[in-house]
């Protein structure tokens, strides 16, 4: 059973930075594309970041400079480093796993930047 565990959010003032993990059991992040993910009340689920397995990033262009990500595929672990927050980085964060015709989800993290 393929399961995709995020953690890291939580509160964090204007400027601030935080780390989202996202543990995946039961697949190998090796062969998988992976991406974060991210809703905010009344908005769309907006992609925020991906990599290939080959390590090519895209980043929506709100948060280029900003976020990072990367995978530790020995620890089928993928992060999002995300540095100066602002309030419009409000949002429920979502760990994506894609390959062919399977994709997976993870619960989400809420990460909230407010002063």
């Known amino acids: 059973q393929v399961q995709l565990v995020e953690s890291g959010g939580g509160l964090v003032q204007p400027g601030g930075s935080l780390r989202l993990s996202c543990a995946a059991n039961?697949?190998?992040?090796?062969?998988?594309?992976m991406g974060w993910y991210r809703q905010a009340p009344g908005k769309q689920r907006e992609l925020v970041a991906s990599?290939?397995?080959?390590?090519?990033?895209n980043y929506a262009d709100s948060v280029k400079g900003r976020f990072t990500i990367s995978r530790d595929n020995a620890k089928n672990t993928v992060y999002l480093q995300m540095n100066s927050l602002t309030p419009g980085d409000t949002a429920v964060y979502y760990c994506?796993?894609?390959?062919?015709?399977?994709?997976?989800w993870g619960q989400g993290t809420q990460v909230t930047v407010s002063s």
């Open positions: 994506n796993a894609h390959r062919g015709i399977f994709n997976y």
């Open positions: 990599m290939t397995t080959s390590g090519t990033t």
């Open positions: 039961g697949m190998p992040t090796s062969i998988y594309d």
